[in-house]
């Protein structure tokens, strides 16, 4: 197919929630897949697409995800149960400015933690 990229396999990891923070305030959600390169997250909180937030995995410390981790919003599906009854509301971010340790980290965690639940 001509343009079409291959995306990364999803995870889903039981009970992950994600605080992300805009600078302006901070909120919290769980997350309902996760990639090697972004994630999506469960939330009635809109944000504009490119707005870039901290995510802070709400995990125990031994757990092997880098503390911060810097996100771009993608895409924003709205909160409308009177349209779209059966659609999870929440925010598309891709990953952003991690170094490779950071990615290795996220990689090992989802290989330990993750359970595959589609591909890209």
């Given at each position: 197919m001509a343009g079409h990229t291959d995306r990364a396999p999803r995870y889903h990891v039981n009970g992950l929630s994600m605080i992300y923070d805009t600078g302006d305030g901070f909120w919290s959600g769980?997350?309902?897949d996760v990639s090697e390169t972004?994630?999506?997250i469960e939330t009635h909180h809109e944000l504009s697409a490119e707005t870039v937030v901290t995510l802070m995995p709400d995990v125990s410390e031994e757990e092997q995800l880098p503390f911060e981790i810097k996100a771009k919003v993608v895409r924003t599906i709205e909160y409308d149960p009177d349209?779209?009854?059966?659609r999870i509301?929440?925010?598309a971010l891709s990953l952003v400015e991690m170094?490779?340790?950071?990615?290795q980290k996220v990689a090992a965690f989802l290989q330990s933690?993750?359970?595959p639940c589609r591909k890209g």
């Open positions: 769980s997350v309902i972004g994630l999506f349209n779209f009854f059966d509301p929440g925010l170094s490779d340790a950071q990615k933690h993750g359970v």
